[in-house]
């Protein structure tokens, strides 16, 4: 949920959503209502934002994060991906559930 921590969320490794490089948060009923990156959190370390850990984690996620469904094709995560210069892409189905997240490294040496 968005309501946790920073803390929280990374120390729950077994949390649904987790992956190297980003963090997908879901709402009540199960829908995409965040990401938070490796980036989000070099951003804080490098600003010595550490009490932001023990806040919310909606205060830093993206709430509206660029989003891709499961029948796209690769052409179109590339260029989602390379538009926004952003290493995540979460794949989520038509009620905004996800179920899945494309990591920049997935496709490297593809496209």
Known sequence: ADSSTIREVF???S???RR???VMLVDADGRLSGL???SDLARLLERRQDAQFDRPISEVMTAR???ITP???LEEALQRLGAKHVSELPVI???G????LIDITDLIGIG
């Open 11 to 13: 120390v729950s490794l």
């Open 15 to 17: 949390r649904p959503g």
């Open 20 to 22: 190297t490089g980003a």
């Open 36 to 38: 938070f990156t490796d």
């Open 65 to 67: 994060p660029m989003t």
């Open 71 to 73: 029948d796209a094709i």
């Open 93 to 95: 189905d038509d009620d």
């Open 97 to 100: 559930r996800p179920v899945g």
